[in-house]
Structures are given as structure tokens and as C-alpha cells.
């Protein structure tokens, strides 16, 4: 599996950025795609996850009602839509995919441990 982040880039506070992973390879490992985020000294920490099969989706709670996933199955492409964006949110963003379907336990979606597959990171910065 192959994951080919896109979307990042510099806003002012208040602005907007929608994120792209492209997913390639072995689909059906694919049942679960993630966006995590990481900034400068700080965990690797869960932003939004989609089941695929269900299309049910979880946000990280400080994103909530300002983030939100959508996807493109003929593109294989899910994308996260990034609003109102504040300078908490600078961080290297990563896509990650995964093959359980549903959560286990409670917010199981945003333990890296789930995931198998990364990206490389895309850069966003909130100034």
C-alpha cells in the first residue's frame, strides 16, 4: 500500500486547507484511513479517521465541527477538509491506513498502533 499525501501549505488564522491522500497498492488491507498530525516536540496525536466500509468517521474533539473527511472512491482519495484553521494546528499532517473496520474499544481509531501503512507528512502552517 502506497499513500501520496497532498494539500498542505502556509494560511493565515481563520483560513482554510484541504488535505488529499491517495491510497494505491493492496486495497483490501485498506479499511481504515487516518490523518494524524505531529508538531515540534509534541506526540504524534489522531485528527480524523473514516471507516471505509461504513463511512462512519471520528475527529480528534479540538477539530471538531471544523475538520471534516470526505472521499473520492474513484480516486481512491480521502480528503480532510481543514477549516477555521488557528496556529494550534501547525503541524507535519500524515495519512495513515489500517485494517480494522470499526473501533474495538473506545477511540481505538486514534492509536497509531492501528495503522500499517504511513505517508511522508504534509507541512501546515497557521500564522
Known amino acids: 500500500v502506497q499513500l501520496v499525501e497532498s494539500g498542505g501549505g502556509s494560511v493565515p488564522t481563520g483560513g482554510s486547507l484541504r488535505l488529499a491522500c491517495e491510497v494505491s497498492?493492496?486495497?483490501?488491507?485498506?479499511?481504515?484511513v487516518a490523518w494524524f498530525r505531529q508538531a515540534p516536540g509534541k506526540e504524534r496525536e489522531g485528527v480524523a479517521a473514516?471507516?471505509?466500509?461504513?463511512?462512519?468517521?471520528h475527529y480528534y474533539y479540538p477539530v471538531k465541527g471544523r475538520f471534516s473527511l470526505s472521499e473520492d472512491k474513484t480516486k481512491n482519495t480521502v480528503y480532510l477538509l481543514m477549516n477555521s484553521l488557528n496556529p494550534d494546528d501547525t503541524a507535519m499532517y500524515y495519512c495513515?491506513?489500517?485494517?480494522?473496520?470499526?473501533?474495538?474499544?473506545?477511540?481505538?481509531?486514534?492509536?497509531?498502533?492501528?495503522?500499517?501503512?504511513w505517508g511522508q507528512g504534509t507541512q501546515v502552517t497557521v500564522s
Open positions: 495513515a491506513v489500517g485494517p480494522y473496520e470499526s473501533d474495538y474499544y473506545a477511540d481505538s481509531w486514534s492509536s497509531r498502533t492501528n495503522y500499517n501503512y
Open positions: 473514516l471507516y471505509t466500509k461504513s463511512s462512519v468517521t
Open positions: 497498492g493492496v486495497m483490501w488491507q485498506v479499511s481504515c
